[in-house]
């Protein structure tokens, strides 16, 4: 598709080439260059940093052929500097065209020296620290561009550059500005710097406070960019007497409060972009007299309630509507013929439905449809085979759109097409060939994968047609998608074997065939796929070994081969070369051997899930290496695919319940070693894993006692020993484990008291201790021997064990204290330091209270 060059809202997206920096060093750069404008400049010169030589061309007599330097031509002086880095880093934000006014026709003749520089720009180096004292003094600049450095001030920034009063653009965007910088003492004098402003682009800094009432009185503006800051608080009403304004950007704020009904006093605004702000309440009426308006951009805020006809009345210039991610319900009148002809359509979360809204059809331009979560239950109007031919994005997803799917025609660009999480149903749909994203998951779409799907869509790079009804064969002919990154065909019926030429997705990133009833072995050829990060074939029927070459698959983050009747020994290779393996799962397989402990390299493993096989041996104690169960160690957890449209998912059984985790995978941290033959004692290294949520050892042949220090896996949510051979008495620790919500210790020989403690109360269910014909005290029936009272511990025998323990006290008591505080206070006889120890407790928490 063409970009239209009109266009208002144009996302600029500069490509990083190379960055070709300078940067001030210590000397003091001299501008007082008496009389000599070109030794000006090689002084200056000789105060930056130039590695790259940029500056190279600064040699020589005429200054004024200087690369970056503009002389006025009729009398030599030089007026322009323009040291910007050509390459720099991007930002996608809205601009409004033709309002960049390098206006050389206005130049002033410049005096004797650079103070009288009218344009300096020194963007898109690494100048760090407070704006130069010498530009500060640059009273005749018109033109101050040093956004994309490393700027910073301690005082409010115009208050920093009062004698600029000429200045009529100032781009101080993308450096480290901080505080509340732009607050200065209130009114200005005349002149200062209020009064030719007219470009203020402040974006990506650290500015925070509240957004100053008085920016009013600069009352030339006519772009305001403010946005990726923290500032907070209301819009003020105030800037609804910014008669001038063009554009005003304040997205990527902490900003809350309504939208001030004043805005729609703002003539010729063009540009109103308030997007993932805090902002709520209803959208005002007088939105709707924006006649200037071409980019409404309220994306991700809690605005609520209806939008009408009304809000658009004027809006007959509008290009771009942005509303997704709100609370909005967008209903117009049957008929309504808005006066916009738009080119981006973002409506998702907006209530429309049931029906598809019948305005659509009047829209010819458009690019960009998004009207997911939309509450559409509807079928595909006849008319959506005449979508505008420049349409690359559509999202209709999320909604309960029945019948077959669009026949679309084919676009000039590249297609990216969300159909899922509706009621579709057919076989396989014809689309255009230059779709590039294709997402038709859970739908109902029947029939084969067609035989020539490369030749149908030869562009593809993410095919996901998960959960549908698919059967037959994966066709060989999906090997020759040569882009596909993403492809997910798991949950339908497929079946056969996989085609050797997988080999040939030498893009693939992700393949998730799981949950389907493919078979045979599982080819070698996978092994070519060099930076495959996630292969997942879990729930089919493949057999026989997984292929030695798998091993060359280095970036594989997520290997998923769980649910096949896979056999042999866990292969050792696994932990020799697949060191960026996050996810390992191999359950429900014929595995069998002992695990080698060559598996503990794999330091960066989260979850880890071998259960149901015919694992035997010990567990080996150095599964504490796994780096990736401990609790500080977040940084190297499983995150998400830096695709928007695709996020990696797996099952997992935690608390007893298996559940398909998807977006929150990066928390999911699991050991999951059940209904296997492991003997001997659970290794007490086991309890430094303290980021484990789950931790399944149950229907082994373990021994030995529960360790002692259990309490340290302060994240466990779920702990399943049972139905093992595991004695003597639970540990007292493991009362301190305070996420705990489920428990199961059952069919053990486990004996003595059940700890009390907080968490531990909550378990009421008799079940969880079970076959276990020693363990006594609440909640069990059965009572402890007059000598042996719950919570003492017999062996008490060192201080730190004693601070355990008085932890725990602490712990126990909180909820003890609400459950029965006379209970509590009858066993406080055990221990002099104890009964310090609630006394003290009771007085922090009645001060506590006091406080509130
Ligand atoms: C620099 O130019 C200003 C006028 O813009 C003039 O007042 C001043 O004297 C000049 N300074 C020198 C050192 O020439
Ligand atoms: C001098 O600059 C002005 C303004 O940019 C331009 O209109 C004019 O053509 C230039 N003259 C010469 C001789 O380059
Ligand atoms: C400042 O310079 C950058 C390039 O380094 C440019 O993208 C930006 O538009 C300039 N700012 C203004 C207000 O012209
Ligand atoms: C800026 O100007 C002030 C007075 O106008 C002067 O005191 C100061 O030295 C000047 N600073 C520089 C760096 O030129
Ligand atoms: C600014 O000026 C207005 C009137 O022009 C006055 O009411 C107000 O107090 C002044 N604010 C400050 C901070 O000086
Ligand atoms: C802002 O504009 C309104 C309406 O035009 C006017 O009543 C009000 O006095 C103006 N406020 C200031 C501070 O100029
Ligand atoms: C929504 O806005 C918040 C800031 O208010 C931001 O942190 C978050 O990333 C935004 N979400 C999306 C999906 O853009
Ligand atoms: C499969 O898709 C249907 C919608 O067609 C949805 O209701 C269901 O939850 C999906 N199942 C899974 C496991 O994602
Ligand atoms: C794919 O095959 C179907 C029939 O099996 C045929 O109708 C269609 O034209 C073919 N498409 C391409 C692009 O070859
Ligand atoms: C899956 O395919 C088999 C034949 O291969 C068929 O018997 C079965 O009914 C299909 N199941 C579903 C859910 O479509
Ligand atoms: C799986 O495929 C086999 C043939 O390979 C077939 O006999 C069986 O019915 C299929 N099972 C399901 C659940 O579709
Ligand atoms: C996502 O992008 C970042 C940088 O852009 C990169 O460091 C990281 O490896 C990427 N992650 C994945 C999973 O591709």
């Not at 100048?127 to 033109?143: D, R, W």
């Not at 509590?824 to 104890?834: A, E, G, Q, R, T």
Request: aromatic share 8%; hydrophobic share 40%; net charge neutral.
């Amino acid at each position: 598709m063409a970009i239209p060059k009109s266009a208002v809202a144009v996302l600029i997206l500069l490509l990083f080439v190379e960055t070709v920096e300078l940067s001030w060093c210590s000397a003091v750069i001299n501008l007082q260059c008496r009389g000599n404008e070109r030794q000006a400049l090689l002084e200056l010169k000789q105060g930056l940093v130039d590695t790259s030589n940029r500056l190279s061309s600064w040699v020589g007599q005429d200054c004024c052929k200087w690369e970056g330097v503009g002389c006025n031509n009729r009398t030599g002086h030089i007026v322009k500097l323009d040291l910007r880095n050509p390459f720099p880093v991007g930002f996608q934000r809205y601009e409004d065209y033709g309002n960049v006014p390098h206006d050389k026709a206005c130049l002033r003749i410049i005096e004797e020296n650079l103070t009288s520089l009218v344009i300096l720009d020194l963007s898109s180096n690494h100048f760090q620290g407070t704006i130069p004292n010498a530009i500060l003094n640059m009273t005749s600049l018109k033109v101050l561009n040093l956004s994309n450095n490393q700027f910073t001030s301690d005082i409010p920034i115009l208050h920093e550059l009062r004698n600029l009063y000429k200045l009529q653009i100032l781009d101080l965007s993308s450096n480290q500005f901080g505080g509340e910088a732009i607050k200065p003492s209130g009114n200005f004098s005349s002149p200062s710097i209020a009064d030719k402003l007219e470009t203020l682009h402040l974006f990506k800094n650290q500015l925070n406070g509240y957004l100053p009432g008085w920016l009013y009185q600069l009352k030339n503006l006519k772009n305001l960019d403010l946005s990726a800051n923290s500032f907070q608080g209301p819009i003020p009403e105030s800037f609804g007497n910014l008669s001038k304004l063009k554009v005003l950007s304040l997205g990527f704020n902490k900003l809350s409060g309504p939208i001030p009904a004043t805005l729609g006093r703002l003539p010729i605004l063009s540009v109103l972009d308030l997007s993932s702000n805090q902002l709520t309440g209803s959208l005002p009426e007088t939105l709707g007299e924006l006649s200037e308006l071409r980019v409404l951009d309220l994306y991700n805020n809690s605005f609520s309630g209806h939008v009408s006809e009304v809000h658009f009345a004027k809006l007959s210039k509008l290009q771009v509507l942005r509303l997704s991610r709100n609370s909005l319900s967008l209903k117009t009148k049957p008929g309504w013929l808005p006066p916009f002809q738009l080119e981006h359509i973002g409506l998702g979360f907006c209530q429309l439905g049931p029906l598809f809204p019948d305005w659509l059809q009047t829209q010819t331009r458009y690019t960009f449809l998004d009207m997911s979560r939309a509450g559409i239950s509807d079928s595909i109007p006849f008319w959506f085979e005449n979508l505008p031919s420049q349409l690359n994005f559509i999202d209709i997803s999320n909604n309960q759109i029945y019948g077959t799917m669009p026949n679309l025609v084919k676009s000039r660009t590249p297609v990216r097409l969300f159909f899922n999480s509706n009621k579709f149903e057919g076989s396989f749909p014809f689309f255009p060939s230059n779709v590039e994203v294709l997402d038709i998951c859970n739908n109902m779409i029947s029939g084969q994968i067609p035989e020539n799907i490369s030749d149908m869509l030869p562009a593809l790079i993410f095919l996901g047609l998960s959960n549908n009804t698919l059967h037959g064969s994966i066709p060989s002919s999906l090997c020759k998608i040569r882009k596909l990154q993403y492809l997910d065909l798991s949950k339908d019926n497929l079946s056969g074997h996989l085609p050797q030429c997988m080999s040939e997705l030498q893009m693939a990133e992700v393949i998730d065939l799981s949950s389907n009833n493919l078979s045979g072995t599982i080819p070698s050829s996978i092994g070519e796929l060099s930076i495959l990060r996630s292969l997942r074939l879990s729930n089919n029927s493949f057999h026989g070994e997984l292929p030695p070459a798998l091993r060359h698959c280095r970036s594989l983050s997520i290997l998923d081969v769980g649910e096949n009747t896979l056999s042999g020994a866990i292969p050792t290779w696994i932990g020799e070369s697949l060191s960026s393996l996050k996810i390992l799962r191999l359950r429900s397989n014929m595995y069998d051997g002992s695990i080698s402990p060559k598996l503990c390299r794999l330091t960066n493993l989260q979850i880890l899930d071998v259960a149901r096989n015919n694992l035997s041996g010990t567990i080996p104690p150095c599964f504490a290496n796994f780096k990736g169960m401990v609790s500080n160690q977040k940084e190297g957890r499983y995150g998400f695919s830096n695709a928007t449209f695709y996020a990696d998912k797996l099952t997992q059984v935690i608390k007893g319940i298996e559940r398909e985790y998807v977006k929150i995978l990066s928390l999911v941290v699991n050991l999951d070693l059940s209904h296997n033959n492991f003997v001997g004692q659970i290794p007490e290294q086991l309890t430094s894993l303290s980021g484990l949520i789950g931790l399944n050892l149950s229907e082994n042949h373990l021994s030995g006692n529960i360790p002692k220090k259990i309490g340290q896996m302060r994240s466990l949510e779920s702990l399943d020993l049972s139905i093992n051979h595991l004695s003597g008495t639970i540990p007292q620790s493991i009362s301190l484990l305070s996420s705990l919500s489920r428990l199961n210790l059952s069919f053990n020989h486990l004996s003595g008291p059940i700890p009390l403690g907080s968490q531990l109360r909550t378990f009421q269910d008799v079940t969880i201790y079970k076959g276990n014909h020693e363990l006594c005290g609440p909640p069990l029936v059965q009572n402890c021997p007059e000598d042996e009272p719950p919570q003492t511990q017999k062996h008490a025998d060192n201080e730190e064990d004693d601070n355990f323990k008085m932890r725990w006290f602490y712990i126990g008591m909180a909820s003890g204290f609400v459950v029965g505080i006379w209970g509590v206070c009858s066993v406080l006889f055990f221990k002099k330091s104890w009964r310090y120890a609630y006394f003290r407790f009771i007085e922090d928490l009645i001060a506590e209270l006091m406080r509130k």
